[in-house]
């Protein structure tokens, strides 16, 4: 019985953690091991996640030109942003996450 309880507590405690994890943050799944590596630190120009003003001349050329820049590649970012398993509505998902003031 009281094992049960327990049980029940570690479930309820767990969800709710993932809740607000998810609330507060949004992060795509793929995005630490791909996008991340390169857009959280702007290296080699990269524009910043969560730095709106330098993701806004991007944004101007519309979702459809960044998800083929990505898929294409562009300067130093090789063609897929190291997301072998990425959709179109992942990278979509990404931009947006990135895009986005943190
Ligand atoms: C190896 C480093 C690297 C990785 C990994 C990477 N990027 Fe990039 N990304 C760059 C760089 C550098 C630029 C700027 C390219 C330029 O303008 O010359 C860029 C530019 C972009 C742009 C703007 C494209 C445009 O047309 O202006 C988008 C959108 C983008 N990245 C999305 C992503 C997404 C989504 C991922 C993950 C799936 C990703 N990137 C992974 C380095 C990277």
Excluded at 23 to 43: F, R, T
Aim: glycine share 8%; aromatic share 6%; hydrophobic share 40%.
């Amino acid at each position: 019985m009281k094992a049960n309880i327990l049980k029940f507590a570690l479930i309820i405690g767990t969800s709710s953690f993932a809740t607000v994890a998810v609330q507060a943050a949004e992060q795509p799944p793929q995005y630490a091991a791909s996008c991340g590596a390169c857009h959280a630190y702007a290296v080699a120009g990269a524009p910043k996640t969560g730095d709106a003003a330098q993701w806004e001349p991007r944004l101007a050329k519309g979702m459809e030109a960044l998800v083929s820049s990505v898929k294409n590649g562009l300067g130093v970012m090789p063609a897929g942003g190291m997301c072998t398993t990425c959709s179109d509505d992942d990278y979509k998902a990404l931009i947006t996450y990135m895009s986005t003031p943190q």
